[in-house]
C-alpha cells in the first residue's frame, strides 16, 4: 500500500540526507519525495510516499521520529487530504497535430506554457492518475520530455496539521564560535 508521510523538519542543512538515508538503510524505495518552506521559516515540510505494508508504515514514522530534525511525522494515507503533482510534458507537435494536441491539453484542464514551432510544453496539476491519463494520450504525438514535481498532500478541513501550532522555533545551540564572536 502507498503511504504519504508529512514530515516537519528543522530548515537546516543535512536533513533530507540524514531522511534519505533513513529509507535506504531500511530498504525501503522512495515512490516521491518533495520538500519546500512552511510558513515558519525555521521549519520544512516533506511529502514523503512509500509502499510499505501497515507494520512497515508504523516502523518507518517511528525510525523518523529518532531522526534529531524531524520535528512531527504525520501518516496521512487514511486521512481526507487534498493530494497533487505537476508536471511539465514537451510533446512533439507538427503544425497538422497542433489542434489536437492543444484539444486534449484542455480536456485535461492542463495549459500550455510554451509554444516552439515543433513542440509544445504542456503544465498539468493534479492527481496523478490524472498526469498519467494525459501522458497516456499524448504518446502517440510523440513525448519528447517529461518532469514530475511529485506528490504534495495537505490534509482537508481548516486547522492546521495536529500539533504544528504548538511547534516553538528549534532551540539553537551555542558553539564555541558563536562564544569567541560575541567577545
Known amino acids: 500500500m502507498l503511504n ?3 514530515v516537519y523538519v528543522e530548515n537546516k542543512p543535512g536533513v533530507l540526507t540524514r531522511v534519505a538515508s533513513l529509507f535506504r538503510r531500511r530498504a525501503f524505495n522512495i515512490d516521491s519525495l518533495t520538500v519546500g518552506r512552511t510558513e515558519k521559516p525555521e521549519v520544512s515540510r516533506m ?25 512531527l511525522v504525520e501518516n496521512i494515507t487514511t486521512a481526507p487530504a487534498i493530494v497533487r503533482d505537476l508536471a511539465m510534458i514537451k510533446v512533439a507537435a ?23 514551432p515543433e513542440s509544445l510544453i504542456i503544465e498539468i496539476t493534479g492527481g496523478e492518475d490524472k498526469i498519467d491519463g494525459l501522458l497516456e494520450v499524448l504518446r502517440p504525438y510523440g513525448v519528447l520530455e517529461m518532469v ?4 504534495v498532500a495537505m490534509r482537508r478541513g481548516n486547522k492546521p496539521s495536529a500539533a ?3 511547534l516553538e522555533a528549534p ?5 564555541d ?7
Do not use: M
Not at 512509500?50 to 520535528?71: F, G, S
Open 4 to 6: 504519504t508521510y508529512v
Open 47 to 71: 511529502t514523503i510516499t512509500v509502499d510499505a505494508d501497515r507494520d512497515q508504515a508504523r516502523r518507518i514514522e517511528a525510525n523518523l521520529y529518532k531522526l534529531v530534525n524531524v520535528l
Open 94 to 116: 507538427t503544425h497538422e497535430a497542433r489542434s489536437h494536441v492543444l484539444e486534449l491539453a484542455g480536456v485535461f484542464r492542463a495549459r500550455v506554457v510554451d509554444v516552439a
Open 148 to 151: 514530475r514535481t511529485g506528490i
Open 164 to 166: 504544528l501550532s504548538s
Open 171 to 175: 532551540a539553537q545551540a551555542v558553539t
Open 177 to 183: 564560535d558563536d562564544l569567541s564572536q560575541s567577545v
